[in-house]
């Protein structure tokens, strides 16, 4: 059986940690989801009962009308006016928990998405995230063989990594879905807005939301990778680090500005090469042309004589990720350039009022 050197080991203690991790999390976030609304519930009726207290008091000091029970209404009446406006923002909390659709799940169906999917696209999620759970199921209970006859513990890790990662990203997905379908899409929310998590409008936005998360995983993995080599105590320069780490946050931040891009964007728009003849000038220009320059650098270290990156994988990423930056630069520049449908002229304008 082939042994498990010591620093191999580190990047398995590191995929063992995030597993662990975000596992906890997802089960504290689901139960805390649940029993939120509870305690949410308990706080509004104790506030209630506190108001409907304050107010048979302060009938009965109003009866007794002497200077001690004047002055404690007035106490009182502050009180009071505190429990409303408490039990009023409690209140909208409480409307804007249970207008969620999977309030109604339970600890298990929330967990493994244990509900029926609604059209082809919710099958298709909910085959991957099942298909993705039963792949990481088979490599964790046969991680010893694997380790011991095929895979080299570095390999092992990242491919337990990435099935663990797709298999929460699409599972939060399939809950979204759901939401969507029941026709609750939240916009507020420093969360949803972070990690656009939106209703797609059109194709080209699930697009852009699939590149984003594409590369908040390469940026998680970029920065294991250099918590590893920290810890095996390897000598990586400081160009590759700032590649593996930079290029996927560049494609992740311009995937979501694609997004929103596309979420604003009218049904209407104009061809592409409207985007240059009227704002070449854009600074978002700049980045597409940024963009590109970093594609062609990309392409061009495939024929380095000495390569960038000590693994042909981070090659092949920065590629990837090069790309990604370039198509949603180039859609953004479009979408906020180029989109904008011209105003009606003045005869369309009134032969619309008189129709209508």
């Known amino acids: 059986m082939k042994a498990?050197?010591?620093?191999?080991?580190?990047?398995?203690?590191?995929?063992?940690?995030?597993?662990g991790i975000a596992t906890g999390a997802t089960?504290?976030?689901?139960?805390?989801?649940?029993?939120g609304y509870g305690s949410l519930a308990d706080r509004t009726r104790e506030e209630k009962d506190r108001i409907e207290s304050n107010l048979t008091l302060l009938a009965k000091l109003q009866e007794l009308n002497t200077p001690y029970a004047q002055a404690a209404c007035k106490d009182l009446g502050r009180d009071l006016k505190?429990?409303?406006?408490?039990l009023a923002r409690l209140t909208e909390r409480s409307c804007e928990i249970r207008s969620d659709p999977n309030l109604d799940l339970s600890l298990l169906e929330r967990l493994f998405i244990g509900f029926a999917?609604?059209?082809?696209?919710?099958?298709i999620i909910h085959s991957l995230t099942y298909g993705f759970i039963t792949t990481l199921t088979v490599l964790v209970l046969s991680g010893p063989y694997l380790l011991s006859k095929k895979l080299d513990p570095e390999s092992y890790a990242d491919v337990v990594v990435l099935t663990g990662y797709c298999a929460l990203a699409f599972r939060s997905w399939a809950l979204s879905e759901r939401r969507w379908r029941l026709g609750y899409n939240p916009v507020s929310g420093f969360r949803r807005?972070?990690?656009?998590?939106r209703a797609p409008v059109n194709q080209a936005m699930m697009v852009a939301q699939a590149c984003f998360w594409a590369s908040i995983f390469c940026v998680a993995d970029s920065i294991e990778d250099i918590v590893v080599?920290?810890?095996?105590?390897?000598?990586?320069?400081?160009?590759?680090?700032?590649l593996k780490f930079g290029a996927p946050l560049v494609a992740a931040a311009l995937s979501r500005r694609w997004a929103y891009a596309e979420l604003k964007s009218s049904p209407?728009?104009?061809p592409w090469r409207a985007a240059f003849e009227i704002n070449s000038s854009s600074p978002i220009w700049w980045i597409l042309l940024a963009c590109v320059a970093e594609l062609i650098l990309s392409l061009a270290s495939l024929f380095f004589a000495h390569p960038v990156f000590s693994e042909p994988i981070h090659t092949a990423l920065f590629v990837g990720e090069?790309?990604?930056?370039?198509?949603?630069?180039?859609?953004?520049f479009v979408l906020s350039s180029g989109s904008p449908v011209p105003a009606a002229s003045t005869e369309a304008a009134r032969s619309t009022s008189a129709c209508a």
């Open 322 to 332: 090069s790309a990604i930056s370039c198509v949603a630069a180039f859609e953004w």
């Open 229 to 242: 080599d920290a810890a095996k105590g390897k000598h990586v320069s400081e160009v590759e680090s700032f």
């Open 82 to 86: 505190l429990s409303v406006d408490r």
């Open 4 to 19: 498990v050197s010591d620093p191999d080991h580190a990047r398995l203690v590191v995929a063992t940690v995030v597993g």
């Open 268 to 270: 209407e728009r104009r």
């Open 193 to 197: 807005s972070l990690f656009i998590l």
């Open 117 to 123: 999917p609604s059209g082809r696209r919710a099958a």
């Open 27 to 35: 089960v504290i976030q689901n139960v805390s989801a649940i029993a």
